[in-house]
């Protein structure tokens, strides 16, 4: 290097650090001016001073209607009843609702409020992430309570204190297609009761093309997914008399069930409704308008889905809504299906457990239930609601509501959290595809489950 | 090759002007310019990495107490069949996925590199695209492609007389199927690096082979595929990690069935990590896949470098 090149470098060199030191030096001022900019411009003083406080909120994503009332109406209004209090809403979806608590509660970044399902209850509740709302409950919340069905607000109880409270009950029944019933001979206004009837009826809907293709599948097992694989058999599970642990709320590894003898037929029969009546296929149907589900679309006859289905249709064929039929639980041994709430619940790193629960008061009130369930045609918590809300005078959604009111309803059990039920789907998923035998699927999906509760049990 | 070491005062650097340590100026500056980069390094890299081995033998489960358990984490994965079936299943995508991105890659390489072939810039860049998208929205896609009911693939099957497939929903297809959307995914990438390989072997070595009477497969195979074998190798590293560590299209389109079929070691991870807060369990699962990828790395190196003036 010479001289002269040297000193062009030590030039630069020089030049750049000034420049460093000037620019670095302009961003620490601008960045504290900007951090006293609030301090130096006090406000005037216009009344006694109302303590600011925030909410954080993690609301489930649900449909735009909903997400507009919330944003537009449920929120101003508790912030404009509540001086001083500032909501901030942070969506989540249920495939990512589990990280979101996960780094909630490892940052200590509060959860004031959040959506979550009765069933996800038992797990955070067993670590201590669910705050007891036990004591509002009884001191401020006797002359509401009762206006929600008992057996759903159970649901949310453990270790005898109160978690949660219902804002929307999620219940699963048979629906089918009238017109497809009238095809095939089939009286529309009457549903199959029994398993008997679902293989009889689910024949006779039946349709295939050349190529042996399902055209129509004249019962929908939605099976394709380790969630859906585990609900279809659960399902059946409970309706034979059975369960995945029994009783429902132990926590004992010793109380799982489903491997017994009534496990095994229910598998059996879910097997034979792919293998041997052959009216299902393995793979789920696929509607080709994407907004539409199976049952619109016309590609099964018979399907266990939710209240939504009737949402569905109203919202993307409501001149076909006349076809919609709503049935019953089947009978086995017991006439049951999935009935289970959604919940708010408050999170043990929550800033202010009082404010959380004036917001979650807020949001299970009479009026916001109301106007959050309505437009999407979904099922109620609250009995006040199923007995007088406009809506619910649809005798599609009574249908829905007969379940919970019968007794008809139940659920997951609370010792199992959905990772787990989703092991006992891909076990599910390994007998219907010949890859273990029925019992030694049950077996090893039981063990598994055994492990999960002792694993929970030592956490 | 011989290399000659510089004599002291010849070509080191001067010391002579530094304050401390020993350190020339250009040595402090370029640490200098180096610091940000390590210091994030550090933060999001290191510390992390390292506080893994450590949770790795305790039970961390991010939200009750922490205990430490030693190696039984370690000892625990010994009875897992199910991280041994992961293992399995990522090495089966990686032994299927692997062959076909170096042939394919190569492949289109060579006839994208051929100045006679018009339109060879937008070729490039359409076998590109797969990779600037995001893995997710690819896979929403490709869901649909192989829907059993309604998908092209299986329309495409039954227009020529064929019988329709479950792909997905099949413990025998599901696996290739997700290899062959990774091989149309990712064999742009391939396809570049080799492109670059090629463009960097001087043409005067295939004229004078053709002067010697070099067939264009003796031109092939003793001039580009030698030639070719240090970006061979770095195209075999990066793929063998990069399939191992696969979860985006398992996340999105299998959930890991049916039936086990397509759980990943990486799926593993994220589950017992996540799904089930066993973050202790995770991370000697982590730690395990580390030292796999890192032995393979170096028995392929140790391969590929073999008689390699590297």
């Known amino acids: ?63 735009d209607v909903i997400a507009d009332y919330f944003h537009d109406t449920v929120i101003p209004e508790f912030e404009a009843a509540n001086e001083g209090a500032t909501v901030t809403v942070d969506m989540s979806t249920w495939g990512n609702l589990g990280e979101k608590l996960l780094t909630s509660f490892a940052g200590n970044i509060p959860v004031d409020l959040l959506e979550t399902g009765s069933d996800w209850v038992g797990p955070y509740a067993k670590r201590d992430q669910f705050l007891s709302i036990e004591s509002y409950v009884v001191n401020q919340y006797q002359d509401e309570i009762v206006d929600f069905y008992p057996d759903m607000v159970e649901l949310s109880r453990y270790g005898g204190d109160l978690r949660g409270l219902p804002y929307i009950l999620d219940i699963r029944t048979l629906c089918y297609r009238k017109d497809h019933f009238e095809e095939a001979g089939l009286d529309p206004e009457v549903p199959p009761d029994t398993w008997d009837d679902l293989v009889d009826f689910g024949t006779r809907l039946l349709q295939m ?17 380790p969630g859906g694989a585990f609900f279809e058999y659960w399902y059946l599970l409970v309706q034979n008399g059975s369960g995945v642990v029994i009783p429902w709320g132990s926590w004992d590894p010793e109380d799982v069930a489903f491997n017994g003898p009534e496990g095994l037929e229910a598998l059996q029969f879910m097997y034979d409704l792919i293998h041997t009546h052959a009216i299902t296929p393995m793979t789920g149907m696929s509607s080709q308008n994407p907004s539409l589900s199976p049952l619109g679309a016309g590609v099964a006859s018979m399907h266990n889905t939710g209240a939504w289905e009737i949402g569905n249709w109203k919202q993307n064929q409501a001149d076909n809504i006349h076809l919609l039929g709503v049935g019953i639980p089947l ?63 649809d005798p599609l959604l009574k249908k829905y509501q007969a379940i919970p009111e019968e007794g008809w309803g139940t659920t997951t059990p609370q010792a199992v959290d959905f990772p787990t039920l989703e ?34 049990l030592e956490a | 090759m011989s290399i000659t070491t510089p004599a002291r005062g010849e070509g080191w650097p001067d010391r002579k002007k530094g304050k ?31 506080s893994s081995l450590f949770f790795s033998l305790t039970n961390y489960s991010v939200v009750s107490a922490t205990r430490w358990v030693g190696s039984e984490n370690y000892l625990r994965l010994v009875d897992d069949w199910l991280f041994w079936r992961s293992l399995l299943n990522s090495a089966y995508f990686t032994v299927g996925n692997i062959p076909l991105l170096l042939v394919c890659g ?87 690096i080799y492109l670059a390989g090629l463009q960097g072997i001087s043409e005067q070595i295939y004229e004078a082979a053709q002067v010697d009477g070099a067939t264009p497969w003796q031109s092939f195979f003793h001039i580009t595929l030698p030639l070719l074998r240090p970006v061979t190798l770095y195209v075999l590293v990066t793929s063998i990690i990069g399939s191992f560590q696969i979860f985006g299209p398992i996340y999105a389109m299998t959930q890991g069935g049916p039936a086990f079929a397509t759980t990943t070691i990486v799926h593993q991870i994220y589950i017992n990590g996540f799904r089930y807060f066993n973050m202790g369990y995770a991370a000697a699962q982590s730690w395990i896949l580390f030292l796999l990828l890192l032995g393979l790395s170096i028995a392929n190196l140790r391969l590929m470098t073999r008689g390699l003036d590297v």
């Open chain 2, 20 to 50: 401390g340590f020993g350190i020339t100026r250009q040595e402090r500056a370029a640490a200098l310019f180096i610091l940000p980069l390590m210091v994030l390094l550090t933060v999001f890299w290191i510390v992390p990495s390292l």
């Open chain 1, 423 to 456: 092991l006992i789907g891909q076990y599910v998923q390994a007998a219907l595809r010949d890859e273990m035998g029925l019992q030694a699927a049950l077996d090893a999906a039981a063990a598994e489950v055994q492990q999960k509760i002792i694993e929970a």
């Open chain 1, 209 to 225: 093309d050349d190529q042996g293709n399902f055209e129509r599948a004249g019962y929908l097992l939605n099976a394709a997914g």
């Open chain 1, 331 to 393: 009978m086995k041994v017991r006439r049951l299906q999935y009935a289970v709430p959604n919940v708010y619940a408050i999170g043990s790193n929550t800033r202010d457990a009082d404010r959380s629960w004036a917001l979650m008061e807020h949001m299970v009130s009479r009026e916001t239930l109301t106007g959050m369930l309505g437009p999407v045609s979904q099922s109620p918590p609250r009995m006040s609601i199923a007995a007088e809300a406009e809506y619910m005078q």
């Open chain 2, 106 to 192: 190569l492949a289109l390489a060579i006839t994208l590199n051929s100045a006679r072939l018009r339109l060879r810039y937008l070729y490039r860049v359409v076998f590109y695209l797969p990779l600037v998208t995001s893995s997710i929205a690819l896979s929403m896609v490709w869901l649909w492609l192989f829907d059993p009911h309604l998908g092209l693939l299986n329309l495409l099957l039954n227009a020529v007389g064929l019988p329709s497939q479950p792909w997905l929903q099949s413990t025998q297809q599901a696996m290739p199927s997700i290899i062959f959307m990774s091989v149309w995914g990712g064999v742009g990438g391939t396809m570049l």
């Open chain 1, 1 to 63: 290097m010479d001289r002269h090149e040297s000193k062009g470098v030590g030039k630069e060199r020089k030049f750049s650090r000034r420049r460093f030191l000037q620019t670095t030096s302009a961003v620490i001022g601008a960045g504290s001016l900007a951090a006293l900019a609030g301090c130096v411009a006090p406000a005037a003083p216009t009344g006694p001073a109302v303590e600011a406080y925030e909410l954080r909120f993690i609301k489930l994503a649900m449909s």
